[in-house]
């Protein structure tokens, strides 16, 4: 199975973040800019928390905020919850599922080395699952050579 840091390699590397103290207009500007679902937050060079589209939907147009005067800070999901590279996407799509999150920090050494998404696992998922078809119907068919007959 792929490993996180295999996954990063195929992907842009550029991670995008924000302040704790930034509104949530300007979280959702930058999202909207950079066209990602989730930013991390970033305090004086420690990740301290993941804003999300989820996180504004549930704690501001649902309790009534304003998302021009309503801090990351106050909505940002925290603790973190992260990966690292030498992880596999197996392991990405269980801690996904069991913290509900869709967007996690790859760490190593306590530095941020980029962000896997939902989006990204289920592709590689989906990828790896067409391979390993093909690759069946390919031995079926007898497109592999015959290793008892070496």
Known sequence: MTTVRRLLESKPRDTWTIRPGATAY???EI???KNVGALLVIRDDELVGVFS???YARKV???GKSSKNTTVGELMTAPVYFVTPDMTIGDCMALMTDRRVRHLPVM???RVLGVV???DVVNRIITEQQITIRDLESFITGGYADVGSR
């Open 26 to 28: 300007e979280a959702l």
């Open 31 to 33: 999202m909207s800019d």
């Open 108 to 110: 190593e050494n306590r």
């Open 61 to 63: 147009i649902l309790r």
């Open 117 to 119: 998404s939902i989006g």
């Open 53 to 55: 589209e989820r996180d």
